[in-house]
């Protein structure tokens, strides 16, 4: 089969992430357009594949604008800009994969949905824990009857307190205007995991949640408004020169320095440091989505999972147990742990997910199978090869926005499809 063409409607990390993948597997894919308003990341994507001045565009608008020019569209926005595109995109007819969330909205994620449906194309969100080893193993054991019925799950996620303050407080998600409240931006993961690992409708849901930390009330006396200007600096676990300038020196320029500047020697991170975004105090930033959140879900059947996300750990992979009338299970994203009530003996099962330190390789290996997926999806025109289509993502999204709505009443919220 000839490969799938794309076209990339995003630059940023995601976007890039995408087009490294592309070169390494040109048997797959291969980039023909491109949309991204920030010149240097447009360019990137634009020489390293060769492409046409005329397929190059600063904005998607003028991507979609022409006649279809490739099978699928990549859409690596920013989360605010992710409907529009997505249902501009069904109209041209092209095949699509979105970022996640679909949208930050309900009304929108339902337009979305109802768009991709009409154009009968296929269709795919980044729901990526649901494509790794791990993932497919935790599940397979559960829907064998492993542990018997399972009755709950309790699952975390360990944001991590300097991702938390890279993308989440300094960074492009931590004002909902800008983007999403923090439940979509980050945990949607999350939710959906749950969902489709315990199977079932979610029927009602109760969320709480605030703002605790990282607020201009806990800044430190003395404290200055950008961590270059700070005395408290070197005492601030969240300091900015801290966490960006400790990564140069361990060798590391990818995600996150990237993410400040183009520039990513330590001449280049200082300056962002001292001039942009990522340089200011954690506690005099325009932030104001939650630093900690937990929800609890009931499913149709009586049975219950709850989930904890939270800035205030180590950054490592997120943990869940899950508990049945037969066993229980523990995970940390690489070991499976198996108790057997019979026996009342464990067993290990690893997974082995690898990481090189690249983005595209995070979440236990999922980007890289869910656009290896996406491309034999698109290429074959087989939609069955997508774990998280149209209807997955829009009733797992559902959960996430009856979830905020709780928080916000307090409230036990119904999930209505």
């Given at each position: 089969?000839?490969?799938?063409?794309?076209?990339?409607?995003?630059?940023?990390?995601?976007?890039?992430?995408?087009a490294a993948y592309v070169r390494q597997h040109p048997e797959q894919a291969r980039v023909v357009g491109v949309a991204e308003p920030r010149e240097f990341y447009r360019q990137t994507i634009a020489r390293e594949h060769s492409l046409a001045p005329e397929l190059v565009f600063s904005d998607w608008r003028g991507a979609l604008a022409r006649e279809r020019f490739a099978d699928a569209v990549l859409i690596c926005t920013q989360d605010a800009d992710h409907a529009a595109p997505a249902i501009a995109a069904a109209g041209r007819g092209y095949h699509i994969l979105l970022e996640k969330p679909m949208a930050p909205t309900e009304a929108d994620c339902r337009r979305v949905v109802a768009a991709v449906k009409a154009a009968n194309r296929i269709f795919a969100v980044c729901h990526v824990l649901r494509y790794t080893t791990y993932?497919?193993?935790?599940?397979?054991?559960?829907?064998a009857g492993t542990i018997g019925q399972v009755v709950n799950i309790q699952h975390l996620e360990p944001v991590g307190y300097w991702h938390q303050a890279h993308g989440y407080v300094r960074g492009n998600y931590g004002n909902e205007?800008?983007?999403?409240?923090?439940?979509?931006?980050?945990?949607?993961?999350?939710?959906?995991w749950i969902l489709y690992v315990m199977g079932?409708?979610?029927?009602?849901?109760?969320?709480?949640?605030?703002?605790?930390?990282?607020?201009r009330e806990c800044q430190p006396a003395g404290a200055a408004d950008r961590c270059l200007d700070c005395s408290v600096e070197p005492t601030c676990p969240y300091s900015a020169v801290k966490i960006y300038q400790g990564f140069l020196r361990q060798g590391h320029s990818a995600w996150p320095v990237d993410v400040l500047t183009a520039d990513t020697t330590p001449a280049g991170v200082t300056k962002a440091?001292?001039?942009?975004?990522?340089?200011?105090?954690?506690?005099?930033?325009?932030?104001?989505v939650v630093d900690h959140q937990v929800v609890t879900?009931?499913?149709?059947?009586?049975?219950?999972?709850?989930?904890?996300?939270?800035?205030?750990?180590?950054?490592?992979p997120r943990r869940t147990r899950a508990f049945g009338t037969h066993g229980s299970l523990e995970g940390d994203g690489k070991l499976i742990r198996h108790f057997d009530f019979l026996t009342d003996t464990w067993r290990t099962i690893d997974?082995?997910?690898?990481?090189?330190?690249?983005?595209?390789?995070?979440?236990?290996?999922g980007d890289v199978v869910m656009i290896s997926r996406f491309l034999d999806a698109?290429?074959?025109?087989?939609?069955?090869?997508?774990?998280?289509?149209?209807?997955?993502?829009?009733?797992?999204?559902?959960?996430v926005f009856a979830a905020e709505r709780a928080r916000h009443n307090g409230t036990v919220e119904d999930v209505t499809l």
């Open positions: 089969m000839a490969p799938v063409k794309l076209l990339i409607l995003g630059a940023g990390s995601r976007g890039q992430s995408y993932t497919q193993q935790f599940k397979a054991l559960v829907d205007a800008r983007s999403s409240f923090m439940l979509l931006a980050k945990s949607c993961h999350d939710l959906d079932g409708r979610c029927r009602k849901i109760s969320s709480f949640g605030s703002l605790l930390h990282f607020r440091l001292r001039e942009g975004p990522y340089g200011r105090c954690v506690y005099a930033c325009d932030n104001d879900m009931q499913f149709a059947d009586g049975r219950t999972a709850s989930f904890t996300m939270t800035a205030f750990t180590e950054t490592t997974t082995d997910p690898a990481w090189d330190g690249s983005i595209l390789n995070g979440h236990g290996g698109v290429a074959a025109n087989d939609p069955t090869l997508i774990l998280s289509g149209p209807d997955q993502t829009l009733e797992s999204h559902l959960m």
